[in-house]
């Protein structure tokens, strides 16, 4: 029995008009032009990968959750930019994972879905995915500033700058979805939007201005987080070759931002994964779907277990807060007896 997902894919969130699209494609496509014919996948394959991916959601949805619940339960963490940063890449990360996920899912089951919806999908996720290395840069400099200049951090580390930060990240990640809408409202009939349509972003928004701007954008955005990552990260080595003191913290800002830095190579896989995986199925066509689905995993679930790692492991005052919620919530509460109610 062979499971007929969408002739269309779901989204893309990078400047290849084909990146997430290839990567979750889940039914008969055309490689090379049309040369070759990749197999449908079977009903059990398609039950497993779709197991796998649900399961690895909500094993991250719990942890996201929880992290967010012990952020908000303990006013200490509202008076730190760092896990004001944090709790904000764990809310737009679990954000993007449920976009994903669901839409990995539901492609097996719809071939179609109404163009509107289809671009609120694709605008959030755009969205969410273009956020992440910009919070990683602002957390990176958060860790710079904490380190190279720990007596003026108070000053210029407060609450009130990093929601000013967090708004100019939402203003500028939101600024290229919402011009591929208006571009396409302006070039597209009004019926296109009351239509059935591939969840595809290249088919939602292929006008060629879209791609350009979108390649400009992602290029200079990712060159300045990637600037920003590489200069903390020196600059903290050379605080750490000259301190006498303190120095575990500062090895563990550097080891931060090199996590920090991790996360943004693998952002940037988005990037070159059409090349790569189209090379790779070319050598191997029998295992196509094989190979979709593993980049699929490889770029967008496993990129979201870093977060956890990074602060709910790593960082000794979170963590010892969020453990002790999650004790709290594996132990059954007991009623305490009074002396007269045993009476």
Known sequence: MDVDGPDSKMFNSSTSPTALDQLV???????????????????????????????????????????????????????????????????????????????????????????????????????????????LAGMAVERYISIC????????????????????????TATPPVTDLLISIAVKPPSFFHSSIFCDHSLLFHHPSIYVKNVVFDVTYLSFVALTLLYTYCKIMLTARAASMGLASVKRARNTVLLHGLQLLL????????????????????????????FF???????????????????????????????????????VLTKAQVR
């Open 25 to 135: 494609s889940n039914s008969t496509l055309l490689q090379g032009g049309g040369a070759a014919m990749v197999p449908k996948d079977s009903f059990t394959n398609a039950l497993t990968k779709n197991i796998v991916a649900m399961l690895v959601w909500l094993a991250l949805s719990i942890i996201n959750s929880s992290m967010v619940h012990t952020f908000l339960r303990h006013g200490l963490f509202y008076e730190n930019p760092r896990y004001i940063m944090f709790v904000c890449m764990v809310i737009n990360d679990a954000l993007q994972l449920s976009l994903v996920t669901a839409l990995y899912v539901v492609s097996y089951i719809f071939r179609k879905i109404h163009a509107s919806v289809c671009c609120l999908l694709i605008m959030t996720a755009v969205l969410t995915t273009r956020s992440t290395p910009l919070i």
């Open 297 to 335: 995993l490889v770029v967008y679930i496993i990129p979201r277990f870093l977060s956890p790692v990074i602060y709910g492991f790593r960082d000794k005052q979170f963590c010892k807060y969020w453990t002790r919620y999650l004790s709290c919530k594996g132990q059954r509460v007991q009623p």
């Open 267 to 294: 952002c940037m896989l988005a990037f070159v994964v059409p090349s790569l995986q189209a090379a790779l199925i070319s050598l191997f066509p029998r295992l196509s779907l094989e190979i979709r689905y593993v």
């Open 149 to 172: 200049f720990p007596l003026h951090y108070s000053q210029m580390c407060t609450v009130p700058r990093t929601r000013l930060l967090i708004g100019i990240i939402l203003i500028l």
